[in-house]
């Protein structure tokens, strides 16, 4: 081998980048070979200096916390801007023949939809307004008339008899039922985590605390702690708080409570936070590294006084300090 | 805990909250990626948000040939690379426009306009050095710097991520080193 070989096998070997028998070789190599003995040091050195003080940190939570908003809020628009033909489109676009005639039928099936629609004898019965209330037993869903929205003409050429367009098919959708029914519970979490008004998802997560309890699905309980962590608005992410404290504690409860503690802007929350923590410190979960790291960060610097009498307090009565 | 395989499925079937779970489990590491890459909080969220729309967008089109957290991360390296700074385009990735195509090759010292003789001085740390040296590499060369030095993936690993082949992520990791190393001489 070449002494080009064999720097390298010793830039290779500095970076971590081989195995310990070519490692053994190029030390055996290094012991004779000044040259390669100091670019060896020299590299280690180098990646020293990076990794103590370079780009090192994590990205904080605060950072991720907003980022995790701001992907939110792009999603929905994300959602709003894709339109269901498009997926229809691009279904039968990319996927077997057996796709398009699939996509054929459903077309066909929109195409029924519309035409039953536009073409009814009485409008008033379905065309707008509030669909009539429709109690459904257990929590089945009642479909109304589907209504046809933003169409928009693609290609009308005149004297050809063809016309070529798109269209939202929206169709309401009335659901009555129990609170502790899944189907309900699993639109309530989806409007929760999705909708856009903030006091749609505020209703969803009041009506699903109603329903909470000691079986609740892991499903909503996992949207709970989401929306604590990440819904832009205050009051929902504090009926998401009031919500979770009724579930038993936990370790996912206690880390979307430090979440709060640590990154909500609103001073209120981290209240209602602490005091939960101080709640569920008293059972089983006691006061453990991770909550005793941002106790001592709360009683430093946190701007809310309540806050840092509060961390100080829990500290001494956990540690004795 | 539900395996990735499974949540990938429910969110190709439009479960979104399935896709948030898949987002919440894998997006500190696309923010690491993009926080390492960039100087800018602003930045590092702007690629977050696009890694995660491409991802949304493109769902469908996962075929679990490889793991998904490899499918993101490509998708992340990606974002990276073509990411244009907010506010102003970077020099580095003028230079690399100008060619066309980054070839690897160091872009020579390329310095911050507007940093001033007192921005200087404040930033004559090694922190700031390094953080200086690595602007002054070639987007790929950075990329596989900080992706090896920082978030420890293997050369074949970035290999698969940024799509080429291992060798030429070690004459990026090479080059970059040789570069790093003449900014630093004098400080390490």
Redesign the interface.
Known sequence: MTHDDYRDLV??AA?G?IDDDVRAVVERHMASCRECAAEFA??G???A???R????P??DDR??A???Q??RV??RA?RARVRPWSALM?FTR?GPAWRLALGGALALACGVIAGRTVLAPSAGQGGGGTPPAVAVRGAEPHEEETRITNVHFVNHAKGSGEVEFTFDAVTPVRMRGSIDDPGIQKVL??AM??EENPGVRLQAVSALTRGVGEAQDS?VR??LV?TLESDPNVGVRKEALNALRRLPFDPEIKKALLHTLVADGNSGLRVAAINALDAGRSGAAGVDSDFLEVLKQKARSDDNNYIRVKARAVIQEATGQ | MMEDVELVTRAQQGD??AF??L??RH??KV??IA??YVTS?ED??DI??EV??RV??NL??FRFKSEFATWLHRIAVNVCLTHRARGRRTLQTLFADARGEDDGEPHGEIRDPAQGPDAVAAGAD??GR??RA?GSLSPKQRMVF?L???EGY??SEIAQMMNCVEGTV?RY??TA?RR??EQ?KD??
């Open positions: 830039f290779l970076s980048e020299s590299l050195r180098l990646h200096a990076i990794t003080e370079g780009r090192a994590e990205p950072l991720l907003e980022a995790r701001e992907l792009a999603l994300e691009e990319t979490t989806h985590l999705n499903d996992g949207a989401k | 979104m909250l948030e779970q987002v919440f997006d500190r923010l690491a926080a390492r909080a590092a969220k977050y948000q995660f729309l949304y967008r469908n089109k090694l922190a390094i953080e690595l900080t090896r030095h920082y293997r050369l070690k990791l090479f080193t790093m190393r630093l400080a390490i």
